[in-house]
């Protein structure tokens, strides 16, 4: 481990903090890659994009109270409370299923609570990483934790598809409430660390996301940001439905469809271990973004081409280091550009951007797959992220990933 990412390990309640997100992070994938299969086996692409809807559906909406929960509550209570409810959820799951309820409907349910739930952790961990760590460390300290949790992601999802393969989707719930209680235990036993919120903030629900969104437009990189990323994850929403489609085509299995998706995973941890290791400067991270993100995606064509499932894994692993890399730019960029009290609120935005299109797009690829086939489905998809990346490309201002001041929102000490 280099120093960089030595000195952060050495933050005892980041360290924690890794450790307990990542146990629940094997946990979700198990039982998200577990029931993604299940879905997709019992109801076929039209269920499968059903399943993924229903997770946003609840997901999108919720984001904004999720973010603007997490800029006046502590982050580390917000992430506590959330996997106890997370917890019950799985819980719940399990005993619907046992008493007979329609595996299906009961899995798709499951997606929309889970959801819901997600819409206040996701905020809460990713403004929480800048809170514990200093500035110097911070873009290690995302390195570590993107790696672990992407890695966390990898180990769950194999794990997910063994546990079907051996226990039933039953199991993969219980692995699922477990390890958010491990998690809710080491939240439990680090400190609070407070929201410093400016004394004459508006201090209800619209005005405080009003103010958010203010500053949002007021930063090209960050608006723009979001919107190339909307447009890009309608094409990667796309691709994700037709994945068990070209798993199931090949002959391939429930373990294949797992290995499958552990080996992106690992890519990306890899790529966050780089990018933590090695920071790129502000003045090149919109070039190295923008022009990465649009080779990522010409990437995802390959998929429904080629029928070794070896190289399939390869070309997966060589595009998760490559989104390893951008999600440590992008969160890094974030992290050191946006006050404290804001970035909870930023962070929920820039999450609503990114899926608020995707359960059409899932919809819409799982009509597509049923009547034109993998191939088109998939040549459409890519050409939409292809497209939505150029923007980032030719327009200097929008690849600037600089903080600007403004008479609003003017440059603090510790922001650039």
């Known amino acids: ?52 809807i229903s997770y946003f559906m609840a997901h999108i909406p919720l984001l904004t109270f999720g973010g603007m929960l997490v800029d006046r509550i502590p982050r580390r209570t917000v992430a506590l409370y959330t996997d106890f409810v997370q917890a019950g959820f799985a819980l719940l799951f399990i005993l619907l299923l046992l008493s007979g309820f329609p595996l299906t409907k009961v899995l798709v349910l499951a997606a929309f609570l889970m959801g819901a739930s997600t819409a206040f952790s996701i905020p809460a961990t990713q403004a929480l990483i800048p809170d514990l760590v200093d500035r110097d460390l ?17 180990i769950g999802g194999t794990l997910g598809g063994i546990v079907l393969y051996q226990f039933g989707i039953e199991a993969t719930l219980f692995l699922d409430m477990v390890t958010f209680l491990v998690s809710a235990y080491v939240l439990y036993n680090m400190e609070e660390v407070p929201i410093i919120r400016n004394g004459d903030e508006e201090s209800d629900f619209r005005s405080e996301m009003l103010h958010a969104l203010d500053f949002t437009r007021s930063q090209p990189w960050l608006f723009i940001g979001i919107l190339v990323f909307m447009a890009f994850h309608i094409g990667g929403a796309m691709i994700d439905i037709g994945i068990p489609s070209i798993a199931l085509r090949n002959d391939w299995n429930e373990l294949h469809y797992a290995l499958w998706g552990a080996i992106f995973p690992i890519g990306a941890s890899l790529g966050a271990l780089y990018a933590g290791q090695n920071p790129i400067s502000k003045r090149i991270r919109g070039t190295v973004f923008y022009v990465t993100v649009s080779f990522a995606a010409w990437l995802d064509l390959l998929f429904v081409f080629v029928p070794w499932f070896g190289l399939i894994l390869l070309i997966s692993v060589i595009q998760g280091f490559i989104v390893g890399i951008l999600s440590v730019i992008w969160n890094t960029t974030i992290g050191d550009s946006v006050e404290q009290h804001l970035r909870g609120r930023v962070n929920s935005i820039d999450a609503i951007g990114s899926f608020l299109l995707i359960p059409p797009s899932m919809l819409l690829a799982g009509k597509m ?35 600007i001041g403004t008479e609003q929102f003017p440059i603090t000490a510790d922001q650039s």
């Open 1 to 52: 481990m280099n120093m960089a990412l030595a000195d952060a390990w050495e933050v005892r309640d980041l360290r924690r903090f890794l450790i307990g997100d990542s146990v629940s992070k094997i946990g979700r994938a198990a039982f998200m890659t577990a029931a993604g299969w299940t879905v997709n086996l019992e109801g076929g692409p039209t269920w499968f994009a059903l399943f993924g």
């Open 369 to 403: 797959i049923g009547d034109l086939g993998l191939e088109v489905t998939f040549m459409v998809a890519v050409a939409i992220m292809v497209a939505s990346s150029i923007v980032g490309i030719v327009v200097p201002s929008f690849r600037r990933f600089e903080r």
């Open 138 to 154: 911070l873009a290690s300290a995302t390195g570590l934790h993107n790696a672990m949790r992407t890695i966390a992601w990898a």
